[in-house]
């Protein structure tokens, strides 16, 4: 890799917010290193990146990697997005998740000692668990049940806020938290679990949308193009040393009125189908206060709804798999 004068390091590369933060990193001048271990990352995502001199590629555990790997380069700031985030995968590889946002984030954390680097780490709406305030404001510490299904992700977002918040303390280093609401858009997995691509599969697919619970639970979609622009100020603007800050968009809409909303997009009536809900512990009502973000980053979600679920529909039509 040909380095220019800042380097960055980004995990989870080939993922869905990962790589869409890295194209506008190389857009912007960076040199980006790229770290994913593939779990939930898809390769297809960073392929057009390849071939830049200013990208670097490593396949690898977060957990796992060396200083040894990273010595020759000068890295200036770490951004760590590296977790799979789908209630799906919160059963499929319970171990992985735990292990990437605690170990991992350790792990990174030394890393980013060693090199002064500033570290950003990718928190997410889930450590307010079910949350007893409503909106969210990150003031908020949660309400999150320990031992539920939810928490092998919820608690190991909070052990890894600790680690950050303690690196800050102990060691002095620039480090911010993210706290990233639902986002969706281009690059996410088409059986990821979620809803907004579960809906898109169904439509593409001619099939009733999957509804758990009674539909009436609520959360608030981000538009990645948005989000990413609130992680690129977190990350390289100064002055945000030890901040916490809540990223996504906050029109709050019920699953009923998502599904109601993709089929005035399609224009056809869509089958709903009633199931029980994955988890107990599903949140029934999730919104962002964005006061913060607006106030320290000049942070507004510009996409509305209609359009950024038009943009993701029409990207899933093009794609095949
Ligand atoms: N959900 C749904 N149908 C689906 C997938 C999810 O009704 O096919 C519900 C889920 O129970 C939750 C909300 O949609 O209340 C958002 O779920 P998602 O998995 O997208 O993200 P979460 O916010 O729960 O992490």
Redesign the pocket.
């Known amino acids: 890799m040909r380095e220019t004068k800042t380097t960055i390091l980004v995990t989870g590369a080939a993922g869905f917010i990962g790589s869409h933060l890295i194209d506008v990193l190389i857009t912007k001048g960076f040199s980006v290193i790229g770290v994913d271990n593939l779990v939930t990352g898809r390769l297809v995502n960073i392929k057009h990146l390849m071939n830049s001199s200013r990208f670097l590629f490593i396949k690898e555990r977060v957990e796992d990697l060396t200083l040894d790997q990273l010595e020759k380069y000068e890295i200036k700031a770490i951004a760590h997005l590296a977790s799979p ?4 995968d919160f059963e499929r590889i319970p171990e992985a998740i735990i292990s990437v946002n605690t170990i991992g984030t350790h792990q990174l954390l030394k890393i980013a000692n060693e090199f002064s680097a500033r570290f950003l780490f990718a928190s ?3 450590v307010y668990g079910d949350p007893l305030i409503h909106p969210q404001p990150e003031s908020y510490w949660g309400n999150v049940n320990p031992q539920g299904s ?1 928490s092998v ?1 919820d608690e190991a977002k909070r052990l890894g806020e600790t680690y950050v918040a303690l690196y800050r303390r102990k060691y002095h280093l620039d480090t911010r938290i993210v706290r990233i ?2 986002t ?1 858009g281009p690059r996410m997995r088409l059986n ?8 898109i599969q ?1 439509i593409l697919e001619n099939k009733p ?5 009674d ?1 009436k ?3 608030s979609f981000c538009y990645v193009d948005d989000l990413v622009k609130g992680l690129i100020k977190m990350l390289l603007q100064d002055g945000l040393d030890g901040e916490t800050i809540n990223l996504g968009n906050d029109e709050e809409i019920s ?1 009923n009125a ?1 599904a109601a909303t993709l089929e005035t997009i399609v224009n056809q009536k869509l089958e709903r189908r009633y ?1 029980p ?3 107990k512990d ?3 009502r ?1 919104r962002p206060v964005l006061t913060k973000a607006k106030r320290l980053l000049n942070y507004r979600p510009r996409v509305d709804l209609i359009e950024g679920l038009e943009k993701t529909l029409r990207y899933f039509k093009k794609r095949n798999d």
């Open positions: 985030a789908s209630p799906v997410t709406s889930e939810r992700y609401f639902n969706y990821d679990g979620r809803v907004v691509t579960n809906f169904a949308l999957s509804i758990y619970g539909g639970q609520t959360r699953i998502l199931l809900l994955l988890h599903d949140p029934k999730r």
